[in-house]
């Protein structure tokens, strides 16, 4: 749900901007071609070594793509050059904020202010970071002196709803919230339907659009029961990877297209996401999270990979979520922090990873006792199988944390400072999905805090699961 800052390529209207170079650079950087446009403006500051918007906008591409200190590198070789250019300061603030630097990124954001105090963009950039440094109040002020300015203003709009999910004012988040529709890239396939807006949906055929992001639409699905109650005929549109775990749903399940899309007839349309506003707009209740549905084949190929481990304290463990594949690392945390859990006694650690992270576990030395499962899942419905076989999941924030949570696994999400909004601020649990137990870090970037807690609890509860097992036992005749 939430979005990052990132800069645009900057035109230049100086002699760089004739040569070949530069403009192929501009020309790939805007059609998405990023490493394309890396090469390029790599050949051109070869010739160009002064030009500080080539460093502007070979950092802008380098951030995009992951490499950060490389980016923060680039920026600072522009600043150098333009000392008092606005855009430079505050394109530094925001990486630093992806460092969680908040510091050094709230003064780079108000060295840019400084320099050009009326740019809207740059104080837009300022109340980014300072909602990622959990200052709301200061952030929420800027968000009201813009769009007292530009009150219909998409980006203010939804930075300012941001702003009030953190802070549990739900109601009035809502209607900001639909902001996040109106970006120049389109999130949803056009649909010859009219708009649903709360009427009366009774008898009415209601297609339901999953926006990207599989723990959200696994976290919005729950409200489409109180639609189904109302006596709506719902077709929910969403990625197919998570058809199996849905399959229990009351609905028509379809899978999501980029393009206009022939073949569900609807009476109206709606975005998954926008139906909280809609069937609950006070912003008063919290229903239970979706029902589950586990494939009977998923579990019978779980059942034979967990079998050899029976008796054992089963742990599932997850160290890369949501954010990382767009270069944002900083709700994931390495494999290593966590393998102090497999040492100890009666636990079997298993690896519900995907993706390039998953590599992890052989580059870190732990796929001899880390058990991989993740390999094994096809879709969410072997996720789902493997996870009903748990005693325990740790996960950071993930679809895979939130599927957990849907089936009432007892899970501990390690979180990050500023995490997700669902997770809010403060506590150790969220009302969201009442079996997780929140592990928090202190400071931003402190792992280490969350992985001591992490071991505490653990080590606890299979002390306890031990000395069971032994009083069962000896209370067992000779």
Not at 213 to 236: E, N, P, S
Not at 295 to 309: F, G, K, L, N, T
């Amino acid at each position: 749900m939430e979005q990052a800052v990132h800069s645009n390529p900057i035109p230049d209207a100086g002699s760089a901007a004739m040569q070949p170079a530069w403009t192929s650079a501009i020309e790939r950087h805007r059609s998405g071609d990023t490493e394309g446009a890396i090469v390029l403006y790599q050949r051109h500051l070869k010739r160009n070594p002064q030009d500080a918007p080539g460093w502007m906008n070979l950092g802008a591409a380098l951030r995009r793509t992951g490499r950060a200190d490389a980016a923060l590198v680039c920026y600072q070789r522009a600043l150098r050059l333009r000392p008092d250019d606005a855009a430079v300061w505050s394109n530094l603030g925001n990486l630093w904020k992806q460092f969680e630097e908040h510091e050094q990124s709230l003064y780079c954001h108000r060295r840019a202010l400084q320099l050009d105090p009326q740019r809207m963009q740059l104080q837009l950039n300022c109340a980014v970071s300072l909602r990622e440094a959990g200052r709301f109040t200061a952030a929420e002020d800027i968000i009201e002196q813009c769009l007292a300015r530009e009150p219909q203003r998409p980006d203010l709009l939804y930075e300012r709803a941001l702003l009030r999910l953190h802070t549990g004012r739900y109601r009035e988040a809502w209607p900001d919230y639909e902001a996040r529709l109106l970006s120049a890239v389109p999130r949803l396939p056009r649909v010859d339907a009219p708009r649903w807006q709360g009427e009366c949906i009774g008898g009415k055929r209601l297609l339901l659009q999953a926006e990207p992001g599989l723990a959200d639409t696994l976290w919005a699905a729950r409200f489409v029961a109180m639609l189904v109650r109302r006596g709506a005929d719902i077709t929910l549109r969403c990625a197919p990877a998570l058809h199996p775990v849905l399959a229990a749903m009351p609905v028509r399940l379809a899978p999501m297209r980029d393009t206009a899309a022939p073949g569900v007839v609807a009476d109206f349309h709606c975005p998954l996401l926008s139906l909280p506003g809609l069937v609950d707009p006070r912003g008063i209740t919290i229903p239970e999270p979706v029902a589950i549905a586990v494939p009977e084949d998923s579990r019978a190929i779980m059942r034979r990979r967990i079998a050899p481990y029976a008796g054992s304290f089963r742990i599932g463990v997850m160290w890369s979520g949501r954010g990382r594949e767009r270069g944002d690392a900083r709700g994931s945390l390495p494999l290593a922090r966590i393998m102090p859990l497999a040492a100890l006694p009666g636990v079997q650690v298993f690896s519900l990873q995907k993706g390039p992270a998953a590599a992890e576990q052989h580059s870190a030395g732990a796929a001899g006792f880390v058990v991989d499962l993740g390999a094994q899942c096809r879709h969410f419905g072997d996720t789902a199988a493997a996870l009903e076989a748990m005693d325990l999941v740790v996960a950071c924030d993930s679809a895979v944390a939130q599927l957990a949570g849907c089936m009432g696994k007892p899970v501990l999400a390690l979180l990050p400072f500023n995490p997700h909004w669902i997770y809010g601020m403060r506590g150790d649990s969220t009302p969201w999905y009442p079996t997780m137990r929140l592990l928090r870090q202190k400071s931003p970037g402190d792992w280490s805090s969350v992985c001591t807690e992490l071991l505490r609890l653990v080590g606890k509860w299979t002390e306890v699961r031990a000395r069971r097992e032994f009083d069962a036992h000896a209370k067992l005749p000779p």
